[in-house]
């Protein structure tokens, strides 16, 4: 799979995919990662990027010109499954579009940033557009590390077994049951008998139980969405 992120901050993106499973990822030659400054389409003289709104609000509107043509060069060379506008006004990610975008094919992710991108980008050349949740973040650069990252470690080979991303918080519509570890007693702190018995059985029935409880009481409404 390739990802291409473009952004007018690549900085922001320099951390995130520099470590861990997504860098394992990459250094598997599972995922590509290909993360482009839209600076570098533009025409302008002064590499502009971004230009005062139509109607006169506040804040700067990023151009159609360099961001086409960054589309364009990227389709020229590739197919795309999705041309992904990260905007906090998107449909808001989940683990069924993770999932659903994991097994899509090639994906090029547009940041925006300042007050956005001209509304004809997103009429024309955008295929989806994604928000990680209700909150409002500078750019759209943490919200493509997130989605990113969330797709990375569902690649075949990306993750190992000893880690199955089946048994990840929401893959079964569930959050994840508790885990603990060595010692199994710190502070007079004691860990469940039950883990340590060695009844395999009994011991997914209790992790089964445990998720169905913390869901119902942590997010009961993850119950009523499919996922
Ligand atoms: Cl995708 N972008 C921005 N700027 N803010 C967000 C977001 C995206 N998702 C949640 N908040």
Redesign the pocket.
């Known amino acids: 799979m390739r990802i291409d992120i473009l952004t007018v901050v690549p900085r922001l993106l320099e951390g995130p995919f520099a470590d861990s499973i997504v860098q394992r990822g990459q250094d598997k030659g599972l995922v590509e990662i290909h993360v482009h400054n839209i600076r570098n389409w533009s025409k302008d003289t002064h590499q502009k990027v971004d230009d005062v709104p139509f109607g006169g609000n506040a804040g700067m509107v990023m151009t159609i010109q360099p961001i086409q043509d960054a589309i364009d060069s990227l389709r020229a060379e590739r197919d795309y499954a999705e041309i992904i506008y990260?905007?906090?006004d998107?449909e808001r990610l989940n683990q069924s579009l993770v999932n659903t975008l994991s097994i899509g094919g090639d994906l090029i992710l547009l940041c925006?940033h300042y007050k956005g991108v001209d509304q004809r980008v997103r009429d024309h050349l955008i295929t989806r557009e994604?928000?990680?949740?209700?909150?409002?973040?500078?750019?759209?650069e943490l919200?493509a590390a997130v989605l990113t990252d969330a797709i990375v470690r569902l690649l075949p080979g990306v993750i190992g077994d000893e880690q199955s991303a089946l048994t990840d918080s929401f893959q079964d519509g569930l959050l994840a049951p508790p885990v603990y570890t060595r010692p199994a007693e710190y502070n007079g702190w004691t860990v469940p008998d039950i883990l340590r018995s060695g009844d395999h059985a009994a011991i997914q029935k209790w992790q089964e139980k445990q998720a169905f409880e913390r869901t119902q009481q942590r997010r009961p409404d993850l119950f009523g969405e499919d996922s």
Do not use: E, K, Q
């Open positions: 990260l905007t906090p998107g925006g994604v928000s990680i949740g209700d909150y409002v973040l500078s750019g759209g919200a």
